[in-house]
């Protein structure tokens, strides 16, 4: 996969998440959309069409469980991994019943969400 083509779509209302990751996604290399809202969810993504979704629980206005089933239930979208990330201390249930590849529990580290980004986008190859 050719690095300077990496996308990655981050849903989440806390701007001060999306700063930070989408910092920290540029430096390595991805180009960073961000959503404050999953209102038309499918037509977002597939204007994009991301290699990665970091999905927050607690998005406007449906919630993230919704969204990613939205997405998942979307044949030319379903394969994007999604990975859901709450402070929720049920995340792994949460992303389980949204259908999420896996999940990223809020606060994390930066080294974390490498790994988690790095781990799903192995598993897509």
């Known amino acids: 996969m050719n690095d ?3 996308k990655i779509v981050i849903f989440d209302d ?3 998440i999306l700063s930070i990751c989408s910092y920290i996604l540029e430096e ?3 180009k960073v959309f961000s959503f404050t809202d999953c209102n038309n969810i499918a037509e977002k993504v597939s204007s994009i069409l991301p290699d990665v979704i970091l ?3 607690w998005i406007p206005d449906d919630g993230g469980i919704i969204a990613t089933q939205i997405l998942k239930k979307t044949e030319s979208l379903k394969d994007i991994p999604v990975i859901y990330f709450s402070a929720n201390s049920d995340i792994e249930l949460l992303a389980n019943h949204a259908g999420a590849e ?3 529990a809020k606060p994390f ?3 974390e ?3 988690v980004i790095n ?3 192995v598993k897509n190859e």
């Open 119 to 121: 781990t799903v986008l």
């Open 28 to 30: 390595q290399g991805w």
């Open 14 to 16: 806390d701007e001060d």
């Open 55 to 57: 999905m927050d629980n």
């Open 4 to 6: 300077l083509n990496k």
């Open 113 to 115: 969400l490498e790994r």
């Open 102 to 104: 896996t999940y990223l």
């Open 109 to 111: 580290d930066l080294e």
